[in-house]
């Protein structure tokens, strides 16, 4: 399964957008956006969302 984003967690940083090695990650009115077909889950945003808004399901 892709990564998840909680929208209420999220603060908008972009610390995911920089470290997704796939680029499946965009900020959208300030709220990560994953983009489920491109995400190859690898955890590289979940290590790095300081507020821990993201999650492998």
Known sequence: MPAKVDA???IGCGDCVSECPTEAIKLVDD???????????CGACVDVCPNEAITLE
């Open 31 to 41: 709220k990560a956006i994953i983009d489920e077909e491109t995400c190859v889950d």
């Open 8 to 10: 209420e967690k999220c």
